[in-house]
């Protein structure tokens, strides 16, 4: 297992302590975990943030990749 790859899976099982207060299921990988995780939390709406002091200029976009 690579070294990213450790870093998630001990990030989703630490977010699932935290969420359920037990240890993950012994069989689940981060996929599954973080997968019914989400399926869990409740469908809630939000709202766009609109500023006259966030400009477009402002914000920092993704990298496109060479390629």
């Known amino acids: 297992m690579s070294t990213r790859a450790a ?3 001990a990030e ?4 699932w302590r935290e969420l359920y207060g037990e240890s993950p299921p012994a069989d ?3 996929g599954e975990m973080l ?3 989400l399926r869990r939390m ?3 709406s939000y ?3 609109n500023s006259p002091h966030m ?3 402002g914000i920092s976009w993704p990298k496109r990749s060479a390629g």
């Open 12 to 15: 989703a099982a630490a977010l």
């Open 35 to 37: 997968e019914v995780m």
């Open 47 to 49: 709202d766009r943030l």
């Open 7 to 9: 870093r998630i899976e």
């Open 55 to 57: 400009h477009r200029a």
């Open 28 to 30: 689940a990988d981060a």
């Open 42 to 44: 409740p469908a809630i």
